[in-house]
């Protein structure tokens, strides 16, 4: 048991939760312009764009409407059939509707994933530096965290053969991400190639799929997903949702395509978590997939303009190199030139600089010399902050 210090005796499991460092320098910097510093936000990560004005408009017409009642707890059948659309239209795939789970954002899934696979005496390999919500739910669960590398000699793409050397019969579940949270590093092709022929050695290991930014590349980069290798499906959980490529992350709608063999239980644990999704909600979701996606192209050009002004201002830093971001809206710059830990930079630079980053060692502990920039602000401010960057150094 966990004694909080009021007398109340807690699960010790709580111990094992982490945070996400990212809402905490939002705070940070929300305190900071309180008292009238002028701060430049480049540390959370959501657009800065609003929600394309007909998906707000099907919600507010989905309420009018009368959409105020539960509805399925693995989301209304309309939504699951857009989102299978979509795929199609996306990755050339099928997909049935009944294995498409709507959920609140794309934690749940993450949070649904942990529990199903994780308990003590089991592993479940992340990639680190990565999404910080990975390690802290795999501890949570009660199974071992282990960690594989993404590297910057190898554009923070992870290496199949590396991942694999590290699996064992203890090993349940391994989690990817590409475009990747921090680094906007992309894994081509041919290693996922060599990752899921590999994986044909390991039956028994499941794949949580984050592709919450697959919208997001530059370049002339294409993603590949998952869903693109049919041998994995039938223990393949591929993430994805509206927070990124719609702007909609104040929404809270995300979903996943789950194995038939594990529906039944995601389903129960939706029901016994949340019941299920708002309802109008879910007829913005509908919307944004089956409406015109204009706004979402528009939104990426300008990400990728942003994204090569602050890549080419990072790399003139005395100090600091940054490697070609590929996709996602983050750039992952090394610091180490400077001197800095990288929580001192990303201290210094909110207190003193007025630009609010996130420290790698936010995204685990191989984020040591890095820092997260996120690009989802103004070109101007992009420039403002890089000048300050580059003063306070």
Not at 64 to 79: K, S
Not at 283 to 310: C, N, T, W, Y
């Amino acid at each position: 048991m966990s004694n909080n210090g009021a007398g109340l005796n807690l699960a010790a499991s709580l111990d094992r939760l982490g945070t996400e460092s990212a809402f905490e320098v939002l705070e940070r910097a929300r305190q900071l312009a309180v008292i009238g510093k002028d701060i430049i936000n480049l540390g959370i990560g959501q657009p800065d764009f609003k929600t394309p004005d007909h998906i707000t408009e099907a919600a507010v017409k989905a309420l009018r409407d009368g959409h105020h009642r539960y509805t399925p707890a693995n989301g209304i059948p309309q939504l699951r059939e857009a989102v299978a659309e979509d795929l199609h239209r996306r990755h050339g795939v099928d997909v049935n509707p009944d294995h498409v789970v709507i959920v609140p954002g794309g934690k749940p899934t993450m949070f649904f994933a942990m529990l199903m696979f994780g308990e003590p005496g089991a592993e479940i390999m992340y990639p680190n530096p990565g999404f910080p919500i990975y390690e802290s739910m795999i501890r949570f669960s009660g199974a071992k965290a282990v960690p594989f590398a993404l590297e910057e000699t190898n554009g923070f793409a992870f290496s199949a053969e590396a991942v694999l050397s590290q699996v064992n019969e203890l090993t349940r579940l391994i989690i990817v991400n590409s475009p990747a949270n921090p680094t906007g590093g992309i894994t081509p092709k041919e290693e996922i190639d060599k990752f899921c022929e590999g994986l044909e050695g390991f039956p028994h290991v499941a794949v949580l799929s984050d592709e919450i930014y697959s919208n997001m590349l530059y370049g002339g980069r294409q993603h590949t997903s998952f869903l693109q290798y049919p041998a994995l499906r039938d223990r393949l959980i591929m993430l994805d949702g509206w927070s990124k490529s719609y702007a909609m992350t104040g929404w809270r709608i995300g979903y996943a395509v789950w194995p038939e063999s594990c529906v039944e239980y995601v389903t129960r644990l939706c029901i016994n978590d949340h019941s299920c999704v708002n309802a109008a909600v879910q007829q913005a979701a509908i919307a944004a997939l089956k409406g015109p996606q204009d706004a979402v192209h528009k939104m990426v050009s300008e990400f990728d303009g942003r994204r090569r002004i602050i890549v080419d201002g990072l790399n003139k830093i005395p100090g600091v190199r940054c490697v070609d971001a590929a996709g996602a809206f983050y750039a992952f710059p090394n610091i180490e030139e400077t001197g800095l830990t990288s929580r001192d930079f990303q201290n210094h630079m909110l207190e003193k600089a007025g630009v609010a980053t996130v420290s790698g060692t936010s995204f685990g502990s191989w984020g040591e010399g890095y820092v997260r920039f996120s690009y989802a602000n103004s070109t101007e401010n992009i420039n403002r902050a890089l000048e300050r960057v580059a003063a306070a150094l």
